[in-house]
């Protein structure tokens, strides 16, 4: 039987304000934004818009949670966070229906969101018995010892395409670790967040966790606040570099999930199958490409190079198809915005005006009931790309495929690392040797061989180069929200 979803009207937020110190405030400009649906174009509400002085009174209450948060024991503070979990997995069609609506990705995957949010949350409740120090023997005079501390106020600024993912798992970690957390959701598809804040509003103790939604204004405030310890970004690299140069007044640290333009390398001994079906999987098609993990760089071998191409457009044409986001049965969403939209299809057309050969899609779907409004664009591939054009060296974030032909092995890694973004790569081979010596040359912070898109709580995820500093979803992560105290003792 297919899976019943709540209505959207039944899910949508009754709240539309700031929520902090454990409560919902006005904006105090009394500024709010519209947001759209990308599914239709049309507007779904009005959404308040934090302002510097909004964030400037969520931080000094969540300063004031601080100081007890911290000293709560973390058996406690991991009970409130499997407690945020039970609710999220319990509010998770209604979460999904709203990303669905909000961003225009598919509601069936959106489900998966949710559910991997709540994932994060159990996971760092399950890691706080290792928030601990180490003893030193340093001198038979004294006793030396560290403590991990908190770092104090947390601000977590999320990208658009996953939101309750993205706030659901990113508060995980710092709240694991004694901190106080601002979540700001991204501009284009606050709803949800919301809604996740009227869920959570009773779970932790006031201020402890806030939800301020608003634009780059509200970023901006967050990254120069004295008060604010730690800023983090999942984002383009631009905002990266703009966030770290605002940060550096306060000393503050970051912490940087940031683009990528990935390159899967299929050898001339991978399993066809497996790489036809990583090949399109990779490229996130599902929800327009926009994932800073797609492998949008796909560099087969010239021994297979036309079978695997044409296998890839026929997989891509029989299972990705631009529908309505909010139901079930839909394999493919719009992209987030207008803007969105004529960017990916200046990409398209700068590919063609280069000499690519267009061998998928390129265009906006024919207008139908499905898709009138939305900011779609079709599964798209092209072929014969070389390094030099733009489609091969920026990051499009759409769903454009760019294939490379290869012979020379020391040429591809050439091609594949010749880039300022590091984050992904795929590898597919079925030789071990030839898996280990690839995944050594690759500059790329996470690395899959004979599979693509997967990430598995515990291990870290996060890019070298341009696409980020750091490591997530790991014990890594919770210990970058701690600091470490050093007490000498004198024994004499
Ligand atoms: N590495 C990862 O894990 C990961 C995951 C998802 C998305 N991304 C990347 O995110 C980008 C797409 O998302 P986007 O368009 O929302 O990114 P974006 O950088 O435009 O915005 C991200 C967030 O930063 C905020 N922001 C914008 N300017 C700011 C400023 N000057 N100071 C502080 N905050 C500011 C925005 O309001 C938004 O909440 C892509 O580059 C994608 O690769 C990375």
Redesign the pocket.
């Known amino acids: 039987m297919a899976m019943q979803l709540p209505s959207i009207q039944d899910s949508l937020p009754s709240h539309k304000d700031l929520f902090y110190d454990g409560q919902w405030h006005a904006p105090s400009n009394k500024q709010d934004r519209e947001t759209y649906s990308p599914g239709t174009g049309k507007v779904i509400d009005r959404i308040a818009d934090a302002g510097v002085e909004d964030v400037d009174r969520a931080v000094q209450a969540a300063r004031r949670a601080f100081e007890s948060w911290r000293s709560t024991p973390a058996q406690q503070r991991a009970a409130c966070m499997r407690r945020a979990a039970d609710l999220m997995r319990k509010h998770a069609k209604e979460l999904a229906l709203l990303d669905a609506l909000n961003t225009g990705n598919p509601v069936a995957e959106m489900l998966n969101d949710a559910n991997m949010a709540a994932a994060s949350l159990d996971y760092f409740a399950g890691l706080t018995p290792m928030l601990r120090g180490e003893t030193i023997p340093q001198s038979t005079s004294g006793f030396h010892y560290t403590i991990r501390e908190p770092l104090g106020v947390v601000a977590r600024?999320?990208?658009?395409?996953?939101p309750v993912l993205?706030a659901g798992g990113k508060m995980a970690a710092p709240l694991a670790a004694g901190n106080t957390v601002i979540i700001?959701?991204?501009?284009?598809a606050p709803i949800s967040c919301l809604r996740l804040a009227e869920i959570l509003s009773d779970v932790f103790p006031p201020g402890v966790l806030s939800i301020l939604p608003?634009?780059?204004e509200?970023?901006?405030a967050?990254?120069t606040h004295p008060m604010v310890s730690k800023v983090t970004?999942?984002?383009?690299?631009?905002?990266?570099k703009?966030?770290q140069r605002?940060a550096a007044d306060t000393l503050k640290p970051t912490l940087?999930?940031?683009?990528?333009k990935n390159a899967l390398l299929a050898f001339p001994d991978a399993d066809i199958d497996k790489l036809v079906d990583g090949v399109a999987r990779g490229m996130n098609f599902t929800w327009a490409g926009?994932?800073?993990?797609s492998t949008s760089r796909v560099f087969l071998h010239e021994s297979h190079h036309d079978e695997v191409l044409d296998r890839v457009c026929q997989f891509v044409k029989t299972n990705y198809a631009p529908g309505v986001p909010t139901d079930m049965s839909t394999t493919m969403g719009p992209v987030?915005s207008k803007a969105a939209q004529d960017r990916v299809l200046s990409y398209i057309a700068s590919a063609v005006d280069e000499g690519a050969t267009l061998v998928l899609g390129g265009k906006v779907p024919a207008a139908s009931p499905v898709t009138d409004g939305g900011y779609f664009v079709e599964p798209t591939i092209f072929a014969n790309v070389r390094p030099d054009m733009r489609i091969a060296r920026e990051?499009i974030?759409g769903p454009v495929m760019a294939v490379f032909k290869w012979r020379d092995e020391d040429e591809l890694i050439r091609q594949v690392n010749d880039t300022p973004y590091g984050?992904t790569a795929a590898i597919y081979t079925r030789s071990l040797a030839t898996a280990h010596r690839t995944a050594a040359r690759v500059e790329a912070g996470f690395v899959w061989v004979n599979q693509v898109g997967r990430h598995f709580l515990g291990v870290p995820?996060?890019?070298v180069k341009e696409?980020?500093g750091g490591r997530?979803e790991c014990l890594d992560e919770l210990l970058s929200f701690t600091q470490i105290k050093s007490v000498n003792l004198s024994l004499s």
Request: charged share 10%; proline share 4%; with cysteine.
């Open positions: 600024i999320i990208a658009f395409n996953h993205f700001k959701p991204p501009d284009q608003g634009s780059a509200c970023g901006r967050l990254s970004l999942i984002g383009s690299v631009a905002t990266g703009a966030i605002a940087f999930e940031l683009g990528g926009q994932s800073c993990g987030i990051e974030f984050l995820f996060g890019g696409s980020g997530e």
